[in-house]
């Protein structure tokens, strides 16, 4: 790997974190286990305290490195900051930038790519899922035909996070048989996405943490290895959710947020009377916290259940 120790993924969130993990993997290699891990977005710590922590080494770390999603959300007086540090940057404090889109000549992207470590990650949009699909099925010796291809990206098709954990499901569901068909899919996301999390959600609209913590334990009560999958489920949910309601704030009338969302007509009504119970702030809120718990869980960093509890303390306030 260089060691010029600056990063910046353009993609997916889902591909961007598969990156991350790859270059996380290395740095690890090069430097130890249990490199100190920093997890921010863009404008939620100054970036002149990002710059005083890089500038020093946690006591006893080789190195440490600070993942800052959103980058581009950076002010132009952010930038100006970054464009100083990278001359010269700390050797061994890495930052890895994440973001769905940056300009082309963007300050961000200059010293990133003349060191190479600018990722393209984003393929075209609609072969991203269907790609993504079949790779982790080759990995589970699985197969899918083209109708439930079709069926499974118009239900989950935006969410590679959602998609990972349903695959492994639906993967177990046809036991020893190698196709997964449009049949399997219509009789496994029915109960996966409408029933399996929505009293969850419901919970969390009405702000009732008892409750909540209640569905929690039910869902969990045949074993702690559901967390992944209801973590990718509420991720898919509250993502809806959060770009709907920036959807809401530009204008786009509600029958065609239904139509890009490809909302469930029997459902309709109950996302949006649930979509205001949340404010934007609490939203971005709820969705960080599940994409440090996905986090946590896949690398081993999180037992379950208990990082799950505070989760849903902090995401009902009551920390």
């Known amino acids: 790997m260089a060691r ?58 080789a190195a440490q490195v600070f993942c800052v999603r959103d980058a581009g959300e950076f002010t132009k007086s952010d930038l100006e900051l970054w464009k100083t540090y990278l001359t010269p940057p700390a050797p061994r404090s890495f930052f890895i930038f994440e973001a769905e889109s940056l300009e082309k000549g963007h300050p961000l992207l200059a010293s990133a790519e003349k060191e190479r470590q600018v990722f393209f990650l984003r393929g075209e949009q609609d072969r991203l899922a269907s790609d993504f699909i079949r790779r982790k099925l080759r990995l589970l010796k699985k197969r899918i035909s083209p109708e439930a291809l079709g069926l499974l ?91 709907a309601k920036k959807w809401l704030g530009q204008g786009v009338p509600e029958r065609e947020i239904v139509t890009r969302l490809k909302l469930w007509p029997s459902r309709v009504g109950l996302f949006f009377k649930q979509l205001t119970r949340f404010s934007l702030k609490e939203l971005e809120q709820i969705i960080e916290g599940l994409f440090v718990l996905d986090w946590q869980l896949k690398t081993g960093r999180a037992g379950g259940r208990y990082e799950m509890e505070a989760w849903l303390v902090t995401s009902l306030g009551r920390a």
Do not use: M
Not at 27 to 44: I, V
Not at 182 to 207: W, Y
């Open 4 to 61: 010029f120790p600056f990063f910046v993924l353009i993609g997916d969130s889902f591909l961007c974190e598969e990156k991350r993990k790859e270059i996380l993997h290395l740095l690890e290699q090069e430097f130890g286990p249990d490199l100190p891990l920093t997890l921010s977005r863009a404008g939620e710590t100054p970036v002149a305290q990002l710059l005083s922590d890089a500038r020093t080494l946690p006591f006893l770390a």
């Open 153 to 243: 990206e118009s239900r989950v098709g935006d969410s590679l996070i959602f998609l990972d954990s349903i695959l492994e499901r639906l993967a177990l569901s046809v036991g020893e048989k190698e196709e997964i068909d449009r049949e399997a899919v219509e009789n496994f996301d029915e109960e996966l996405v409408e029933r399996e999390g929505e009293d969850l959600i419901q919970a969390l609209a009405e702000k009732n943490l008892s409750r909540a913590l209640e569905v929690l334990y039910r869902l969990l009560e045949t074993s702690d290895d559901e967390l992944p999958s209801l973590v990718g489920l509420l991720h898919w949910q509250f993502k809806r959710f959060w770009q």
